[in-house]
């Protein structure tokens, strides 16, 4: 079965630019969370979406935005780019919603390389 | 908040030798996670410690969550170049297993 796929795998934007990420999940997974992972640092959460409703948000500007479409792919729309943009995105897909004190593993994407010049 | 600290950032050793790393937090976690991820790629879930106290084994990786429930470790015994990579200890966040609260990385260098 194929895992989380992610596309482009790399982009280089200008700044001012927007970019749209997609992902994949592993089929029959209805949840998707989006990550932010700077160079040398661990991911940090920007959304997570449920059958197609967000069920959590990050610290992370108005500029960042997402969605889920009915066959369980997200996009993460990203306008007005900054430099600070540049980033590792990573998708992940979980089986479950998401729930307290319910382990709930998610599997990630190899993530599309970002590059705001 | 809930943050989780890592340390060391950075190691570099020769092969065959033991390291330890850690992970600590001032919450409590329902349950962490240790993953390992190599450039170009996204992480791979290496294991979930859930009870205080469990020690897991992974071939030459242990791992430990601390009693209660605030820290983890990972161990390497007679590390190989085949480990290096960064190793990343993560935990959901309260009330919502969408969200993964990630330390900031261990990036290991295996040295032959």
């Known amino acids: 079965d194929a895992g989380v796929t992610q596309s482009p795998t790399h982009l280089i934007k200008t700044r001012g630019q927007h970019v749209t990420l997609r992902c994949s999940p592993i089929?029959?997974?209805?949840?998707v969370s989006w990550y932010q992972q700077v160079l040398g640092q661990g991911p940090q959460f920007i959304f997570q979406?449920?059958?197609?409703?967000?069920?959590g948000r990050g610290n992370f500007p108005d500029r960042f935005s997402a969605r889920q479409f009915p066959n369980y792919s997200s996009e993460l729309n990203v306008n007005a780019l900054l430099l600070g943009d540049s980033a590792l995105y990573l998708c992940?897909?979980?089986?479950?919603?998401?729930?307290?004190?319910?382990?709930?593993?998610?599997?990630f994407g190899p993530g599309t390389r970002l590059t705001v010049l | 908040t809930q943050l989780l600290e890592q340390s060391p950032q950075f190691l570099s050793i020769q092969e065959g030798e033991n390291l330890t790393v850690y992970c600590n937090s001032s919450?409590?976690?329902?349950?962490l996670q240790w993953y390992r991820q190599e450039p170009g790629e996204g992480p791979v879930l290496l294991v979930t410690?859930?009870?205080?106290?469990e020690v897991k084994k992974l071939k030459r990786l242990t791992f430990q969550f601390g009693d209660a429930r605030k820290d983890s470790s990972l161990h390497i015994t007679a590390a190989q170049p085949g480990d290096t990579g960064l190793y990343l200890c993560a935990g959901f966040a309260a009330g919502n297993t969408g969200k993964l609260i990630f330390g900031q990385g261990t990036t290991l260098q295996v040295k032959p």
């Open positions: 979406y449920y059958e197609k409703e967000e069920r």
């Open positions: 992940a897909s979980s089986l479950r919603a998401p729930r307290d004190r319910v382990y709930n593993e998610q599997f």
């Open positions: 089929s029959g997974h209805k949840s």
């Open positions: 919450s409590v976690f329902s349950s």
């Open positions: 410690v859930v009870t205080g106290g």
